[in-house]
């Protein structure tokens, strides 16, 4: 078994008090208990720059992204929900993993990625939609379970504690599911298997 699994946690919002951030932090502790080792990027503290595919010196923070997903086996994404998609913020930093594109293998191929959706109201679910676009856009893997999170304001404390232990629970599973993937993708990857090897042939 593959012990230097990494998990890398990209999420968040600009408010201070980001109840997507306290949902990633949760996720990334289901994570840590099932054995990996896990990296957090807030989108507050990266304080990228708006995505411009013409630049060719990225700044430190783009690059600080992109080398931790990079070297990630697993992925969690958590967004909150505005206006019916993932916020604005989080998409830019989405849009800077085109850095990827010339890596071997490219963007996140043999990565496995969780969703956690965050909405004021009741419909997480529509976050999560868009994000798994995202994953299968870049050649991830997300796992079928996800975490749509409704009444986010509600969800949370002002230490950003769950107010559910349910939603502990889903949370921590979800980080768990992500690292028992990433553990058997690691072992034998996806690029390599016979399944994919065959249908290469047809």
Partial sequence: MTSSIKVVGLGGSLAHASSSLAALRITLEGADKAGAVTELLDVRELNLPMYDPTEKNPPDSVRQLCKAVENSHGLIWSSPLYHGTISGAFKNALDWLQLLSTKNPPYLTDKVVGL???????????????????????????????????????????????????????????????????????????????????????
């Fill in 116 to 202: 956690v959706g965050a909405a004021g109201g009741g419909h997480g679910l529509q976050a999560i939609n868009t994000m798994e676009f995202v994953v299968r856009a870049l050649r991830g893997w997300a796992v079928p379970l996800v975490v749509p999170i409704s009444r986010s304001w509600a969800a949370f404390d002002e230490n950003g504690g769950a107010t559910d232990p349910k939603l502990v629970q889903q949370l921590h599973s979800l980080g768990e599911e992500v690292t028992r993937m990433a553990r058997r993708i690691s072992i034998e990857p996806l690029t390599g298997n016979k399944v994919t090897t065959q249908l290469r042939k047809r």
